[in-house]
């Protein structure tokens, strides 16, 4: 088993699991033990990166900001790789071979109808946060690269705005500087370099300065990597939410 790559496990994980939705409705028995070899050799697909990782897998995880979606399934290449990711949370890294990807969004439990659909590149050796957010005329499916390089005993933030009905957005602390200014719809910041500490955010409007929301504290701890995600409610009488990941 040791000896398998990346690309070996997902096309185990895939056969098993289209073996076991071939007999989801005819032999429980069968559904259930071909489920459960997809089920391992995915686990053994999510652990790649634990240790002697090679450089030409990338990595990607995914995080759901569909405000009227409870939860949703990830299909990539016509294969359930997450079930069942809730609302406002991020799944764990999942290496794969250097290449294109079909990416399908379903809600949970269903295989038709897709909400998204979209082919992704991933690039060897690259992190990549894949990320299903509202816009303006419904729905988006994009990703971002992450910088996962990190001293010891540091951290350090970026800032998304997910929220399509804001303008631009400044980021500042208390008592001090604006971090990130102006921020674009679906546009990362770059990464900003911390000591670890707990700092109160203030999150304005770029145009009026005016605060957008309260002001709100956050504790980051040492070897840890935050994306500071500004996501829309999904009512325009509520204000924006803020996620870290």
Do not use: W
Request: aromatic content about 12%.
């Amino acid at each position: 088993m040791s000896s398998m790559n990346g690309q070996s496990y997902y096309q185990k994980a895939k056969e098993y699991d289209l073996l076991s939705q071939y007999y989801k409705y005819t032999n429980p028995d069968l559904y259930i033990k071909y489920y459960y070899r997809h089920l391992h050799y995915m686990d053994q697909l999510l652990h790649q990166g634990a240790g002697n990782e090679r450089t030409t897998l990338g990595k990607i995880r995914f995080f759901h900001a569909l405000p009227s979606v409870k939860s949703i399934d990830l299909y990539i290449n016509g294969t359930r790789i997450f079930k069942n990711v809730p609302s406002k949370s991020v799944s764990h890294y999942l290496s794969l071979p250097e290449g294109k990807y079909e990416f399908d969004l379903y809600p949970s439990g269903q295989s038709h109808s897709a909400l998204l659909s979209r082919k992704v590149d991933i690039k060897e050796g690259t992190p990549y946060t894949i990320i299903a957010a509202a816009n303006q005329n419904g729905y988006s499916l994009f990703s971002i690269e992450d910088n996962l390089t990190l001293p010891t005993r540091e951290t350090k933030l970026n800032c998304l705005n997910l929220n399509p009905d804001s303008a631009g957005i400044d980021i500042a602390v208390t008592g001090g500087d604006t971090i990130f200014s102006n921020l674009a719809y679906k546009k990362p910041s770059s990464y900003l370099g911390l000591t670890p500490m707990t700092v109160e955010f203030l999150v304005k409007c770029s145009k009026s300065k005016e605060m957008i929301l309260d002001p709100f504290s956050v504790t980051l701890h040492p070897d840890q990597i935050y994306t500071m995600l500004i996501l829309s409610s999904g009512n325009e009488h509520k204000d924006p939410e803020i996620v870290f990941i």
